[in-house]
């Protein structure tokens, strides 16, 4: 089963700085996908990117980009220019894309993020 | 264009009442996710419909869940003779077809006292 880690309960970021969030992932497939979602207090789930694993090019969305490194299984989220609006919990998750594989979702346990005016 | 509409967005029941959430696809989306979020957690899988058919319910409880997605009208999650640690946010997502993001709903949150 695919299993997703996000290693960093919390983080902070000064306003119109940089911040960087961590998830790995365990799987045995080579098709698939990874996905940041963002979930502000509100509580509504966000799409913020979407990686798919055939793809060596990172994706990109303005100011959010990720580090995709698929022989690591390492899929970290890059927030440049951190503005207050994004704070909120962030999880990563995974998907199968493969024939016959689930459709599901797997979500980490989330990461926390502050900003800070 | 409407996006994931689910309702109620809050329940509060009775240990012993049943809970029936309600969730409405995106315009032109035939394919419905469940996941529960229990409190500092992330989303678990349910159940995964499409029109008129379970697809995957690895995900749900064996007892006093259910789940379906008629042809006509909303896909219903139903959760019988609730018990307090049945509270939690539920949230439902949906797509077009295979291999596409999901979007997801606001979420209902259940209490159950």
């Known amino acids: 089963a695919q299993t997703v880690t996000q290693s960093q309960p919390e983080m902070s970021v000064q306003e119109a700085e940089t911040v960087t969030l961590s998830c790995t992932y365990d799987t045995s497939e080579s098709d698939y996908y990874l996905f940041w979602y963002k979930q502000p207090p509100s509580r509504q789930m966000i799409l913020v990117i979407r990686q798919e694993a055939y793809k060596q090019q990172n994706a990109t969305e303005n100011r959010f980009s990720v580090n995709f490194q698929k022989a690591a299984k390492s899929f970290s989220l890059k927030i440049s220019d951190s503005q207050l609006g994004d704070a909120a919990m962030y999880f990563c998750?995974?998907?199968?894309?493969?024939?016959?594989?689930?459709?599901?979702?797997?979500f980490g346990k989330g990461t926390k993020l502050t900003v800070n005016p | 264009n409407a996006g994931v509409m689910q309702n109620p967005r809050h329940l509060v029941r009775r240990r012993g009442q049943e809970a029936r959430l309600r969730c409405s696809p995106m315009?032109?989306?035939?394919?419905v996710y469940w996941y529960r979020q229990l409190p500092e957690e992330g989303l678990k899988f349910m159940v995964y419909l499409q029109k008129e058919n379970i697809i995957d319910e690895s995900g749900m409880p064996k007892e006093r869940f259910s789940a379906e997605f008629p042809k006509e009208g909303p896909s219903i999650l139903r959760i019988q003779q609730v018990v307090r640690g049945d509270s939690a946010a539920y949230f439902c997502a949906s797509t077009r077809g295979r291999e596409e993001t999901q979007y997801f709903g606001p979420g209902t949150r259940l209490l159950v006292l």
């Open positions: 998750a995974y998907r199968s894309a493969g024939q016959g594989g689930s459709e599901k979702l797997v």
């Open positions: 315009k032109g989306h035939s394919h």
